[in-house]
């Protein structure tokens, strides 16, 4: 009889986790997505034979449920990871205890592999609190379990991205193109290659206790991002660089709305370059090839054209 791989997914129903699940279900492992709502695992159910994609309940800030969650798994891949906080305290709560957390369960569970997905951009020494939270995650994760694979991705774009869904949204009814921190480089990366990099590094030898930062193959500034925002969605519009003033008070404001269209933390980050740094390892090192957003974007963001397009068509 087979021996059982059984993965451990934290995050497993977020923008990354529905890319992923699938891909680890095909290449036969169980997979237990640890979640605070079951019902939100169905999706995924259907990814793979009945009972080899299951929800596992646990609250994260309990030592125990966490153990529980990566019990008998070969294979834990961590995508926690929030944009704003709902409560104060929640970045440091869910990006830098939580890795540490993960990694003595695993490490007193005897888990072969850990990879986890922390951000280009993580610096203790950030102005950004999501930034300082995202590098305490990977210091608390190193010293608990060494041999986890730290993958840093650049902004992430595919069919159910928050970023150039919001900007095409926005497009259809403002008079301009809004445009911040104009100057800063992003380097876009497609979802279903932080996926198949995320496979990479629990397959292949060699990417035990390594850091990989995962960006596209064009980098970009985000003036350029909504020029080509524009230019898919075929909408005639000015970029318009928002005045400095007026974006901190948007950010100051939009933190306490719903869904948190800006907050001042944000444009903290949005003022720091987000790029594979020259001397990192990357896709290239995990024997991968990133795609481009010219192959991907305009499959997707169609539905925002005049008189609509298909709907979420995606490579693979």
Not at 45 to 74: I, K, M, N
Not at 231 to 239: M, Y
């Amino acid at each position: 009889m087979a021996t059982r791989r059984l993965a451990t997914v934290f995050g497993g129903t977020g923008f990354i986790g529905r890319h992923l699940v699938p891909r680890l279900a095909r290449l036969d492992y169980d997979v237990r997505v640890v979640t605070r709502n079951p019902d939100s695992v169905r999706p995924l159910a259907t990814q793979g034979r009945v009972g080899q994609v299951e929800p596992h309940f646990a609250r994260l800030g309990s030592d125990a449920d966490v153990a529980a969650a990566v019990a008998d798994a070969s294979l834990v891949v961590n995508l926690i990871g929030i944009l704003a906080e709902k409560r104060s305290g929640d970045f440091q709560r869910l990006q830098g205890e939580l890795p540490g957390r993960i990694g003595r369960g695993a490490a007193a569970g005897g888990v072969e592999r850990l990879v986890h997905v922390s951000a280009i951009g993580a610096d203790p020494s950030s102005p950004s609190a999501y930034a300082r939270s995202k590098a305490a995650g990977e210091t608390a994760l190193r010293v608990a379990f060494p041999g986890a694979t730290i993958l840093r991705p650049s902004i992430i774009f595919g069919p159910e991205d928050q970023f150039l869904n919001r900007f095409a949204a926005m497009a259809q009814w403002l008079p301009f193109m809004p445009v911040i921190c104009g100057a800063t480089r992003f380097q876009p990366v497609y979802v279903g290659d932080v996926a198949e990099a995320i496979v990479a590094a629990a397959q292949r030898s060699g990417t035990t206790g390594h850091t990989y930062e995962l960006g596209g193959p064009r980098v970009v500034t985000f003036r350029e991002l909504m020029g080509y925002v524009l230019e898919v969605t075929g909408r005639q519009k000015r970029l318009v660089e928002m005045p400095d003033g007026l974006v901190r008070l948007q950010a100051a404001i939009g933190e306490h709305l719903p869904g948190a269209p800006l907050t001042r933390d944000q444009l903290a980050q949005l003022r720091r370059d987000n790029v594979v740094s020259p001397e990192a390892q990357g896709f290239a090192a995990l024997g991968l090839t990133p795609k481009a957003m010219e192959g991907v974007v305009p499959t997707y963001l169609a539905r925002f054209r005049r008189g609509g397009g298909s709907r979420n068509r995606t490579a693979a």
